[in-house]
């Protein structure tokens, strides 16, 4: 049976890997009739330990944010996609990425970048995308980065 989405999610977060995951949601969503999704989750978890928390610097993200997002829409409605939107969730990624928003929007399919920008959170509590694979209540589909544009690894160095 031809599996056909109707509603995809698309996390973004600045990364390169995003960014190939929303040019390929464009594609699927097209070829589906599908509604686009894009979400944008500020981590309000790195501002607990600032002492004094500044409502300024979360306006900045959202802000830098807001710009990326609306790039994204123009670029998709260039590329022939009516249906698409947007939104920006504050809190921690995984949950709202994996439950919350998808639960909230009826999605059916989350198309997610195989690795974000936080490396740091990667190596010690796991990544968003690992945690999204095993929780999501919809399918996942994870894409990776584009191996026939990336210069080859040297996986046998000389010794």
């Given at each position: ?14 990364s390169?890997?995003?960014?190939l995951a929303f ?5 699927v969503a097209?070829?589906n009739?599908?509604?686009?999704h894009l979400?944008h ?5 790195a501002f ?12 900045q ?11 994204y829409v123009a670029?998709?409605?260039a590329d022939?996609?009516?249906s698409?939107d ?13 439950r ?7 999605t059916d ?6 690795t ?6 990667r ?8 945690y999204?694979?095993?929780t999501?209540i919809c399918?996942?589909l ?7 544009n ?10």
């Amino acid at each position: 049976m031809l599996q056909q989405y109707k509603h995809i999610l698309v996390p973004v977060d600045g990364s390169y890997e995003a960014e190939l995951a929303f040019k390929k949601a464009v594609a699927v969503a097209k070829r589906n009739d599908a509604d686009l999704h894009l979400v944008h989750v500020v981590d309000t978890r790195a501002f607990q330990n600032i002492s004094s928390f500044d409502t300024s610097m979360v306006e900045q993200v959202t802000e830098t944010a807001k710009k990326t997002l609306d790039k994204y829409v123009a670029d998709a409605k260039a590329d022939g996609l009516q249906s698409i939107d947007y939104a920006i969730e504050y809190g921690a990624p995984k949950t709202i990425i994996a439950r919350d928003v998808p639960r909230d929007n009826d999605t059916d399919l989350i198309m997610i970048g195989a690795t974000g920008l936080n490396a740091v959170e990667r190596l010690l509590i796991g990544s968003v995308t690992e945690y999204v694979t095993r929780t999501a209540i919809c399918d996942v589909l994870v894409v990776r980065t584009d191996q026939h544009n990336q210069p080859a690894k040297n996986t046998h160095p000389e010794r």
